[in-house]
């Protein structure tokens, strides 16, 4: 009979161990290039824009003055044009989803009062080399003009 030929195949799944997982018992496991989602370092970012030009689907927006970057997780297809383009590197495709809900809202991340203090001082520490820079060189004209 046909039935017969399953039997052997049918004793040796019995001793074997399951394929599948037991999700949401244990956790879920994801093989390892799976695309679940986009992660940011958000106190690396330096809010240059390139990830939102990069966005085929307009899913980024980047505040730099605010320090913020946002992702509607909705429209991101978890392409990864973002994370090429990132200068800085602090984009990643992570394998892992996130927690489902139901509210279409937007992932909004935003730097550390550290990383925007260290920021400010950058930029007066420029700002401060730039007009010394500039202090010197009129006073070096000034100079010039009065032995001329
Ligand atoms: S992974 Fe693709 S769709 Fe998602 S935010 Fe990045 S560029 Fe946009
Ligand atoms: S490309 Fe990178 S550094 Fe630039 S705004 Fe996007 S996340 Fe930030």
Redesign the pocket.
């Known amino acids: 009979m046909a039935v017969m030929k399953f039997i052997p195949e049918t004793l040796k799944n019995l001793f074997k161990a399951p394929v599948t997982t037991a999700y949401p018992f244990e956790p879920a496991e994801y093989p390892e290039r799976s695309r679940g989602h986009i992660s ?1 370092e958000i106190d690396d ?8 030009r990069a966005c085929p689907l307009g899913a980024l927006k ?1 505040d730099k003055n605010e320090g913020t ?1 946002e992702i509607n997780r909705f429209d991101c297809i978890v392409c990864g044009y ?1 994370v090429e ?4 590197k ?2 990643s495709v992570q394998t892992g989803y996130q927690t489902p809900g139901g509210d279409k809202t937007s992932e909004l991340f935003k730097k550390s009062e550290e990383a925007l203090r260290a920021e400010a001082e950058k930029k007066a520490e420029a700002a401060r080399k730039a007009a010394e820079a500039k202090a010197a060189l009129e006073a070096k004209k000034k100079a010039e003009k009065t032995e001329a």
């Open positions: 940011i970012c330096i809010g240059c824009g390139m990830c939102v980047v970057w973002c383009k990132c200068p800085k602090c984009l």
